[in-house]
């Protein structure tokens, strides 16, 4: 007479808890890997929709260097929203008030840029159809060149772009990146020099290392 061996219930349960084990943890970095794809997806097509609609308002408002861009001017963000506007499909605008972004939102290096909304600065935020949310504000030259990378001498308006719409970690140069509006269009920051891209930076000119590293994060 033959005997089949089986598996004892202790055994069995041995077996589960190693699956379990091993699952919990690989399954954070599988969907930290697919997030990251989704944001990278997510942020390629927003950038298309932001060259597109700097085009139309280029070629139907001159160069952006005649806009008159002006840092804290409630006046320059509302102009530059309005020839945007036509260009995208929304689900919802914030003309300086909460809804549309985010906070706190923090530098790469973990320190917190925006708490929370305050009506005392004017920024203009809004969320497109497919969730992703767009903050502009107006910086002066040096901030253009210090923070955002790019060799210019005069002020211009610079598009926030959370990837994921408010979900964590809420990080410049994680899942919030940059482009700035130049006499050559939407460019993304850090397309002249890289200074803030670091773990001790504030994340604000990652962008453009991002493009040139094939849409991927490596640092």
Not at 137 to 155: A, H
Request: hydrophobic share 35%.
């Amino acid at each position: 007479m033959f005997y089949k061996k089986a598996f004892t219930l202790a055994e069995v349960l041995i077996t589960l808890g190693i699956i379990g084990v091993v699952a919990s943890l690989t399954l954070p970095d599988i969907k930290q890997g697919v997030d990251a794809k989704a944001n990278m997806a997510a942020l390629q097509k927003t950038y298309s929709t932001l060259q597109q609609a700097t085009n139309m308002a280029i070629s139907e408002h001159e160069n952006p260097i005649y806009w008159g861009m002006e840092d804290n001017s409630t006046e320059s963000i509302n102009k530059v929203y309005s020839y945007y506007k036509p260009y995208f499909k929304m689900m919802r605008e914030c003309p300086n008030e909460p809804g549309c972004w985010a906070y706190p939102t923090r530098y790469l290096n973990k320190t917190i840029y925006w708490n929370a909304h305050n009506t005392s600065w004017y920024q203009y935020a809004f969320t497109f159809t497919d969730g992703v949310s767009v903050l502009i504000d107006i910086y002066d030259t040096g901030n253009i060149q210090n923070m955002f990378g790019l060799d210019i001498n005069y002020p211009a308006a610079v598009f926030f772009v959370d990837v994921n719409s408010g979900k964590n970690p809420n990080t410049i140069g994680k899942d919030i990146f940059c482009f700035v509006v130049t006499e050559r269009g939407m460019v993304p920051a850090g397309m002249n020099h890289v200074r803030q891209c670091k773990s001790n930076g504030q994340g604000t000119d990652c962008t453009a290392k991002i493009i040139q590293d094939g849409w991927t994060i490596k640092y």
